[in-house]
């Protein structure tokens, strides 16, 4: 049976009070989400490998790392030997998906393969069997607060059950407009893994609301139980 994990996207959080981001759901949240933007494959600007350096030293929650940057072969291995336990590469922006996954898997971490909402993941199955993760962008990537787009909910039904045809071992998550009216019908779809953004941090409580969040989608599939503290290593 599959876990329901919950990421707090830092991308919504204050970027003066990162830290304080991250420890307000220590021990609630199964990973951190941390998006990484070079204002070329996405027209945003966040985060960086020092950003992973310095969680590192605050928190122990494991560090999921979205890198929507334009040459993910080059520096996506440099996040996992900062820390990150998992990298997640763009499918339009990687070259090299053999040589990159090695590369991330030899730095120590697990790696995951995201699509935004217009790419096919049928045109990735083949190559699905190198990932931990497979990540569908429920919003255009780049900027956080975006509205969860429903014309990607077929593409979910269709994701997972081409992984529970083929067998294949990987969580699937989704990013982008996840909250307490969207969650229900992403769990329904598919979704193992939801990153939250707004929906945590834009809470008094966050770590309450990583739980509410959690709550909602057990209740909605049948196929997620609630996670062991063995997903979030």
Same mark, same amino acid.
């Given at each position: 049976?599959?876990?329901?994990?919950?990421?707090?996207?830092?991308?919504? @959080?204050d970027? %003066?009070?990162?830290?304080?981001? =991250?420890?307000?759901v &220590?021990?609630? /949240? #199964?990973? +951190? $989400?941390?998006?990484?933007?070079?204002?070329?494959?996405?027209?945003?600007?966040?985060?960086?490998?020092?950003?992973?350096?310095?969680?590192?030293k605050?928190?122990?929650?494991?560090?999921?790392?979205?890198?929507?940057?334009?040459?993910?072969?080059?520096?996506?291995?440099?996040?996992?030997?900062?820390?990150?336990?998992?990298?997640?590469?763009?499918?339009?922006?990687?070259?090299?998906?053999?040589?990159?996954?090695?590369?991330i898997?030899?730095?120590? @971490?697990?790696? %995951?393969?995201?699509?935004?909402? =217009?790419?096919?993941? &049928?045109a990735? /199955? #083949?190559? +699905? $069997?190198?990932?931990?993760?497979?990540?569908?962008?429920?919003?255009?990537?780049?900027?956080?607060?975006?509205?969860?787009?429903?014309?990607?909910?077929?593409k979910?039904?269709?994701?997972?059950a081409?992984?529970?045809?083929?067998?294949?071992?990987?969580?699937?998550?989704?990013?982008?407009?996840?909250s307490?009216?969207?969650?229900?019908?992403?769990?329904?779809?598919?979704?193992?893994?939801?990153?939250?953004?707004?929906?945590?941090?834009?809470l008094?409580?966050?770590?309450?609301a990583?739980?509410?969040?959690?709550?909602?989608?057990?209740r909605?599939?049948?196929? +997620?139980s609630?996670?062991?503290?063995?997903?979030?290593?």
């Amino acid at each position: 049976m599959a876990t329901a994990q919950i990421y707090p996207s830092l991308l919504a @959080a204050d970027f %003066g009070r990162i830290a304080e981001a =991250a420890l307000a759901v &220590e021990g609630r /949240a #199964d990973w +951190l $989400h941390v998006d990484v933007m070079d204002y070329h494959f996405v027209p945003n600007l966040a985060f960086s490998g020092d950003t992973v350096t310095a969680l590192r030293k605050v928190t122990d929650t494991p560090l999921d790392c979205h890198l929507m940057i334009s040459d993910p072969d080059r520096w996506a291995p440099g996040f996992a030997e900062r820390g990150a336990s998992n990298v997640t590469i763009h499918a339009e922006a990687v070259e090299n998906l053999p040589r990159t996954t090695d590369a991330i898997r030899a730095a120590g @971490a697990r790696t %995951g393969l995201a699509v935004k909402p =217009a790419t096919p993941v &049928e045109a990735y /199955a #083949d190559e +699905l $069997h190198r990932f931990d993760l497979l990540l569908l962008m429920t919003i255009e990537p780049g900027f956080g607060g975006q509205k969860f787009m429903d014309s990607v909910l077929p593409k979910i039904e269709a994701a997972r059950a081409l992984l529970d045809r083929r067998g294949l071992d990987l969580w699937l998550q989704i990013d982008g407009g996840v909250s307490a009216e969207t969650i229900e019908r992403a769990a329904a779809a598919g979704v193992d893994v939801f990153v939250a953004g707004t929906a945590v941090y834009g809470l008094a409580d966050p770590g309450a609301a990583v739980e509410a969040l959690r709550e909602q989608a057990l209740r909605a599939s049948p196929r +997620l139980s609630p996670p062991g503290r063995e997903a979030a290593v």
